[in-house]
Structures are given as structure tokens and as C-alpha cells.
């Protein structure tokens, strides 16, 4: 049987794979939510935006006649997950997760660990601080609940409206990012906190990095619990899958 992967993308991993099956010339589309304003060139076919839920991803799977889905979205991608999962099962297709393991504190780290963000926001109650939130475009608004805190943010793209916090400072950027900018700006502004989700994987980690360097604590908010699924860390062990399960990868 000839693969006509669908890859669950937004992540370096999902474009790291891509890369892996456009040298085998291997058939996968790569899906994006639409949530940054430009996708940088990829190189397999991509689709921009939701499926519909649940119900509409079994029915695209379906009509594009798919072979076998990838989740690479990123661990906090719990609703896309959790799609795939029962779309996968409905429309009777394999289904892997490429996803990174969590980090684990290392000696000299001082972490406060939080299940999801509104137990960060409340953990944030008391005198002002300087933090730097590092939790993305979506869930700043949670975080107006806390007013009294300087705010450090980096975002994606820039903001289509002020986020709703009084004391801020927006910054734009994409990453990766190296230990010794994040220190540098940390120190730049006079960071007390940080705030980050437990992405897992080398991209997001310079500012934990940072953080343990400079002896600041860290607010770490643990990722969403998602349904069973079988997992896989590399592109290598997803093809490894591919091989196993049937599909004439022409080599
Ligand atoms: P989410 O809450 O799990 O997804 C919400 C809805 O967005 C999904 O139900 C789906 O809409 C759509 N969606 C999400 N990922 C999609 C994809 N790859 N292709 C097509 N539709 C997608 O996801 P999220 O946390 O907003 O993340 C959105 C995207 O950003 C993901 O691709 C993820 O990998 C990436 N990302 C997320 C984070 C993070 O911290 N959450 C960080 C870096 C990158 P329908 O129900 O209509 O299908």
C-alpha cells in the first residue's frame, strides 16, 4: 500500500518530518491551525485551518483517502489531539503522536509546578514581580486577573490588540532561542519570574535554561493529559511505523 500521510503540524518535529518523507517521497499533506500569519515553505503539500471537530477530520480523512496520520501539533495542542484520536478510530486509521518528552527540573532549579494556567494565574497572586510569560498569543487574557505584575512577552507575530495587561513589554520573535539571549534579556528586564508551559524539546528551552543560570524560579505549567496513543519522539521511528504497518515506502 502506497502512504498518503496526514501530518498534524504547527511544530519544528512536524516540519522536521516533513523534510523526512519529502527525501522518500513519501505522500503527506501538512495541516496547519492558520494561528501565525505566515507559514514558513515546507516542504510537502500544506492545508491552513480547523477541520470541524472531530467529526470533521474523520471526513476529511476519508475524502483525501489517508493512509495514516501523524500528531506532531504541540503538547498543548490537547483539543487536536484528542481529535485525532477519535477521528483516527472512526475512520480506521493508524494514528501516531511525534512529540517531545517533558523537562524535568535539574539540579539548581527552582520550580513551582502548576497543572494548567489558571492555577498558573492564581499561583501569581501577591506583590508585583517582574515575569516574563512565556505561554503564547491565546491565553494572555487569563493572566489580567493579575494586573499588578510587570509583564515580559514574546510573541509570533504581533499583537492585533493590546494584550490586556497594564505593565508590559511585547516582544516578536519566532525562536529558537539561545540560553545567552534569553539571559541577556532576562537581565535586560530585571526578569524575576518566569512563566512558561512544559513544552519539552530544545526550541522553547533556552529561557529555562536562563532561568536556572541567573537562580530564578520558575512558575512551569504541566501539559493537558490527552487520550492513549501510541507515541514516538523522532521522524526516524515514525517512519520505523510507516515500514511496520503495512505501507510500501519504495525503498
Ligand atoms: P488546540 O487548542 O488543540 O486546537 C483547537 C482547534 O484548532 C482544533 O480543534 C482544530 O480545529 C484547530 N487545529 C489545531 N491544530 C491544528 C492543525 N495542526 N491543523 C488544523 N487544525 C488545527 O490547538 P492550539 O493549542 O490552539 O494550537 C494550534 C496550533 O499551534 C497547533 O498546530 C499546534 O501544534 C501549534 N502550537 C501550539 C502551541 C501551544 O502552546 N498550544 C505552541 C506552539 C505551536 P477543528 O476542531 O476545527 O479541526
Known sequence: MRPNLLILGGTTEATALAHAVADRSIDATLSFAGRVERVKRQPVPIRIGGFGGA??????????????????????????SRNAVA?????????????RPPWRPEPGDSWQTVPDIP????????????VMLAVGRMHLEAFAAQPQHFYLLRLVD????????????????????????????????AIDLVVSKNAGGTGARAKIDAARSLGLPVLM??????????????????LDWLAHSGADLGV
Do not use: Y
Open 55 to 80: 467529526k470533521g477530520l474523520t471526513d476529511w480523512l476519508r475524502e483525501n483517502r489517508i493512509t495514516h496520520v501523524v500528531d506532531a501539533t504541540h503538547p498543548f495542542a490537547a483539543q487536536m
Open 158 to 189: 504581533p499583537p492585533a490588540s493590546p494584550p490586556p495587561l497594564p505593565r508590559h513589554h511585547v516582544l516578536v520573535s519566532r525562536g529558537p532561542f539561545t540560553v545567552a539571549e534569553d539571559t541577556g534579556l532576562m537581565q535586560a528586564h
Open 119 to 130: 492555577a498558573a494565574v492564581a499561583a501569581l497572586a501577591g506583590q508585583p514581580r517582574r
Open 87 to 99: 477521528a483516527c478510530a472512526e475512520a480506521d486509521v493508524p494514528l501516531i503522536a511525534l512529540t
Open 221 to 238: 505549567i504541566d501539559r493537558p493529559a490527552l487520550p492513549a496513543r501510541r507515541e514516538v519522539g523522532t521522524p526516524e521511528a515514525v
